[in-house]
């Protein structure tokens, strides 16, 4: 029995998308989420404090009223918090959870900006003082819980701040047109300072990304054989010792293919290395067709190939290997407008221990497919 999709594949596959807008902005809303957590409790402490402040001067049911609907936003808030956390999303599907962030977050927002306008006492320059006071102690720590967004700083700003700023204005006496004066001041100085701070996060973001982008690549162009784009010796030695040690544990057989290709060097010789490029890109082709994405196949060396069988007896990989022979010998390497006759001889080998064992047995096998006149296929058995 031979599994597909058990064991490691021959190469890790494509590196990690491009750094892109989609995902600094998922990356951003995973650090709102991490960085807001504790915030709806704080908002409705602060709520609870204001309450407290302003009793005997606003009506009980005012007060009651909206701390009731503050609590009821914060429940919304805690709740999708918790879906998230239990959901633990990555990557680009964080963005799914970008509208229910902002429009619970919109909630909470709205009910301190409009709320406490209504809680306002118009006769009352000492209440008037202490819920802008408030206000503005809820927006500072709002700019630096959302640090990671400009975008959500600034509404968290304008939408507490601006309603009560702007009723001020219209107030008589000298004391609210001060404190409608501070609180526009405060938000003009928000403009600047947090364009710096989100500018310098979305940067430092977008060359992460790049520098794993970078890393990836680096990594596999090290695993990969320039030549064929399949893996190379390094790769196949690394997956080749996983996908043995998994074999052994699961008590399961192990198999290698030595390919080398037949009279290589003539073809170089008579054609140019050209020809000989040519001729090892077509046998890496054929290769990827032939095997499972689950099989280890690389080029280790010149003309040579190794194939590493998992789930796979003598019998066969020795199938697999003649069924690989045939296909090169009836497939010529066209070549600047011929063909190129190429063979192959094939080592195979099967055994329990480790992979050095193995590739040497399969080794001696192929050295014994060349030696008994080519294109052919000799199977080495464990003894």
Same mark, same amino acid.
């Given at each position: 029995?031979?599994?597909?999709?058990?064991?490691?594949?021959?190469?890790?596959?494509?590196?990690?998308?491009?750094?892109?807008?989609?995902?600094?902005?998922?990356?951003?809303?995973?650090?709102?989420?991490?960085?807001?957590?504790?915030?709806?409790?704080?908002?409705?402490?602060?709520?609870?404090?204001?309450?407290?402040?302003?009793?005997?001067?606003?009506?009980? @049911?005012?007060?009651?009223?909206?701390?009731?609907?503050?609590?009821?936003?914060?429940?919304?808030?805690?709740?999708?918090?918790?879906?998230?956390?239990?959901?633990?999303?990555?990557?680009?599907?964080?963005?799914?959870?970008?509208?229910?962030?902002?429009?619970?977050?919109?909630?909470?927002?709205?009910?301190?900006?409009?709320?406490?306008?209504?809680?306002?006492?118009?006769?009352?320059?000492?209440?008037?003082?202490? @819920?802008?006071?408030?206000?503005?102690?809820?927006?500072?720590?709002?700019?630096?819980?959302?640090?990671?967004?400009?975008?959500?700083?600034?509404?968290?700003?304008?939408?507490?701040?601006?309603?009560?700023?702007?009723?001020?204005?219209?107030?008589?006496?000298?004391?609210?047109?001060?404190?409608?004066?501070?609180?526009?001041?405060?938000?003009?100085?928000?403009?600047?300072?947090?364009?710096?701070?989100?500018?310098?996060?979305?940067?430092?973001?977008?060359?992460?990304?790049?520098?794993?982008?970078?890393?990836?690549?680096?990594?596999?162009?090290?695993?990969?054989?320039?030549?064929?784009? @399949?893996?190379?010796?390094?790769?196949?030695?690394?997956?080749?010792?996983?996908?043995?040690?998994?074999?052994?544990?699961?008590?399961?057989?192990?198999?290698?293919?030595?390919?080398?290709?037949?009279?290589?060097?003539? @073809?170089?010789?008579?054609?140019?290395?050209?020809?000989?490029?040519?001729?090892?890109?077509?046998?890496?082709?054929?290769?990827?067709?032939?095997?499972?994405?689950?099989?280890?196949?690389?080029?280790?060396?010149?003309?040579?190939?190794?194939?590493?069988?998992?789930?796979?007896?003598?019998?066969?990989?020795?199938?697999?290997?003649?069924?690989?022979?045939?296909?090169?010998?009836?497939?010529?390497?066209?070549?600047?407008?011929?063909?190129?006759?190429?063979?192959?001889?094939?080592?195979?080998?099967?055994?329990?221990?480790?992979?050095?064992?193995?590739?040497?047995?399969?080794?001696?096998?192929?050295?014994?497919?060349?030696?008994?006149?080519?294109?052919?296929?000799?199977?080495?058995?464990?003894?």
């Amino acid at each position: 029995m031979r599994e597909r999709d058990a064991f490691p594949q021959a190469l890790p596959g494509a590196p990690p998308p491009v750094a892109s807008g989609a995902l600094v902005r998922a990356d951003t809303l995973a650090l709102l989420f991490a960085q807001s957590f504790y915030a709806p409790l704080q908002s409705l402490a602060i709520g609870g404090i204001l309450c407290w402040t302003l009793w005997g001067r606003v009506t009980p @049911i005012k007060l009651l009223t909206w701390l009731g609907v503050l609590a009821a936003a914060t429940v919304m808030r805690l709740a999708l918090y918790l879906l998230y956390f239990r959901a633990k999303p990555k990557g680009q599907a964080l963005l799914a959870w970008e509208l229910p962030y902002v429009v619970t977050l919109m909630l909470s927002l709205l009910t301190w900006g409009f709320g406490v306008l209504w809680l306002m006492p118009p006769d009352d320059a000492a209440g008037q003082f202490a @819920i802008l006071f408030i206000l503005v102690v809820v927006v500072c720590g709002s700019m630096a819980i959302y640090s990671a967004h400009r975008g959500v700083t600034l509404s968290a700003m304008v939408v507490m701040l601006a309603p009560s700023t702007v009723w001020l204005l219209f107030q008589p006496g000298h004391m609210a047109l001060g404190l409608a004066v501070s609180a526009t001041t405060l938000m003009l100085g928000a403009l600047r300072s947090t364009k710096v701070l989100s500018d310098t996060m979305q940067s430092q973001l977008r060359l992460s990304y790049e520098l794993k982008q970078a890393n990836a690549i680096a990594d596999r162009m090290a695993r990969t054989d320039e030549l064929t784009g @399949i893996a190379n010796r390094r790769s196949f030695m690394e997956l080749g010792e996983q996908t043995t040690r998994l074999c052994q544990r699961q008590a399961k057989s192990l198999s290698a293919l030595l390919i080398d290709a037949d009279r290589f060097k003539e @073809i170089n010789d008579t054609h140019g290395h050209s020809a000989g490029d040519a001729v090892l890109q077509h046998l890496s082709a054929l290769l990827v067709q032939q095997f499972r994405a689950a099989d280890v196949c690389a080029r280790i060396g010149g003309e040579e190939f190794a194939v590493l069988l998992a789930d796979t007896d003598a019998a066969a990989a020795t199938a697999v290997a003649e069924k690989l022979r045939q296909a090169v010998a009836s497939t010529p390497v066209p070549w600047r407008g011929q063909t190129l006759q190429l063979t192959v001889s094939v080592g195979v080998a099967t055994h329990s221990g480790n992979l050095d064992t193995l590739l040497h047995m399969a080794d001696t096998a192929m050295y014994e497919a060349k030696a008994s006149g080519r294109n052919r296929v000799v199977c080495h058995l464990d003894a």
